[in-house]
């Protein structure tokens, strides 16, 4: 069974930065495309980045495109999104999830199974 979970948020000063991990267990994550998505309360559910197998290719929203960046260590069975220039309207509980493919951007991400989440606070 899929599991996946995330960690590494907490509170952080505007323009400062984080780096999430999202590790996985039971299965062999380098077969999976990843991607990040967020939550905040009141808001939509918003697609961040996505990184494929091997050999992995990236792709970004473009609201974090420049800020974020995300990889993966498949030998850890763990994917990254490092986030850079943080701003309030960043703040939010991440989400690592399954996806079929990356595709061409976040409305071809169709999420599968995803973690609790990792709450990021970000102040002004």
């Known amino acids: 069974q899929v599991k996946l979970v995330e960690s590494g948020g907490g509170l952080v000063q505007a323009g400062g930065s984080l780096r999430l991990s999202c590790s996985a267990s039971?299965?062999?994550?380098?077969?999976?495309?990843i991607a990040w998505f967020r939550q905040a309360p009141g808001k939509e559910r918003e697609g961040l980045s996505c990184i494929s197998g091997s050999p992995s290719r990236m792709v970004y929203a473009e609201s974090v495109k420049g800020r974020f960046a995300t990889s993966r260590d498949n030998r850890k069975k763990t994917v990254y999104l490092q986030m850079n220039s943080l701003k309030p309207e960043d703040t939010a509980v991440y989400h690592c999830?399954?996806?079929?493919?990356?595709?061409?951007?976040?409305?071809?991400?169709?999420?599968?199974?995803w973690g609790q989440g990792t709450q990021v606070t970000v102040s002004s």
């Open positions: 999830a399954t996806v079929v493919s990356c595709g061409s951007g976040p409305d071809s991400w169709h999420f599968g199974a």
């Open positions: 039971a299965f062999a994550l380098d077969y999976y495309a």
